[in-house]
């Protein structure tokens, strides 16, 4: 049973589904659904027995945004001294691999929230923007700096200056997804590439991720210097020798996610 309201998770082996469940407001992002998205989330990256972590919500809505009529009446010493939106950014913390699955609606913090992940699977059907601009208010958990880097300042400003969407076939060619696919078939990809994720080493697969993260840090100098401490590293961890040891024998390894 899940302790949580707005949030179903869900284990299968190595990887764990976490739905958002707020079907009433297109799973608009309230303080509630912060809370529980991100507790949820930081207790699978303390398993050891998870190695992916795949966020999605329902077949029309992703999540249409940060919740609207939670944020009408707040004042500029109220969204301060909570520091709202300010609990997103543990999820960028997160050590464990995580994919986002959208399908319909990644509206602004929705938007925002797919781009916390570390892989963007769209279903043909997914709509992103980052349409504050038309509300009398600008992205906040990240989308105005993810974006840009994820699509360049053409495609960023575009979209956070007019409040336009994009489709999944944009998505895609401007960078923000990885892959497309027909949306009946989202979360079966989806639940394959974290099981593909989840089976690799789960040291050596968070080494990557943060040395990718790192990119968007630093130097060019420091990210590769970065990078060349971690993959000295994982010649510490038993699962390169197994890796190297399996492809020399011609069989598939056996991780122990050492
Ligand atoms: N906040 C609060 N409630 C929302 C919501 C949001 N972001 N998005 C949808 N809802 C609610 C609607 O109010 C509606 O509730 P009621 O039935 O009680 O009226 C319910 O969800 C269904 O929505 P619609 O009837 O509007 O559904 P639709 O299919 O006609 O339209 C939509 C879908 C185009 C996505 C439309 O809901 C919409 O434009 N939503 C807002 C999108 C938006 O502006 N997002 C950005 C929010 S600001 C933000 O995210 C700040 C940030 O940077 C973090």
């Not at 279903?123 to 974006?147: H, M």
């Not at 999944?168 to 394959?192: I, K």
């Amino acid at each position: 049973a899940t302790p949580y309201e707005t949030v179903l998770v869900e284990r299968t082996g190595r990887t764990a589904l976490l739905t958002l469940n707020r079907p009433g407001a297109l799973n608009a992002l309230n303080l509630r659904v912060m809370e529980e998205v991100v507790a949820a989330t930081e207790a699978l990256d303390r398993d050891p027995e998870i190695g992916c972590i795949v966020i999605t919500g329902s077949a029309k809505a992703f999540a249409a945004g940060a919740d609207i009529k939670e944020m009408q009446p707040q004042g500029y010493m109220d969204m301060y001294l909570s520091d709202w939106f300010g609990a997103w950014d543990r999820l960028g913390q997160v050590r464990t691999p995580t994919v986002a699955a959208v399908s319909g609606y990644a509206l602004g913090g929705g938007c925002e929230l797919a781009m916390l992940c570390d892989i963007l699977l769209a279903a043909d059907t997914a709509v992103f923007g980052q349409p504050e601009i038309k509300l009398g208010v600008i992205p906040g958990i990240g989308g105005s700096q993810r974006l840009t880097r994820a699509v360049g300042k053409a495609k960023a400003m575009d979209l956070c200056l007019t409040g336009r969407t994009m489709d999944a076939t944009e998505a895609e060619r401007a960078g923000l997804v990885s892959r497309v696919v027909p949306a009946d078939r989202l979360l079966v990809e989806a639940l394959a590439v974290a099981e593909t994720v989840a089976g690799m080493s789960k040291p050596v697969a968070m080494m990557a991720k943060e040395a990718v993260d790192r990119a968007f840090e630093t130097t060019l100098a420091e990210g590769v210097r970065f990078e060349r401490r971690l993959f000295h590293a994982v010649f510490a961890t038993a699962d390169q020798k197994e890796g190297m040891s399996a492809f020399a024998e011609k069989r598939p390894p056996t991780f122990t996610h050492r």
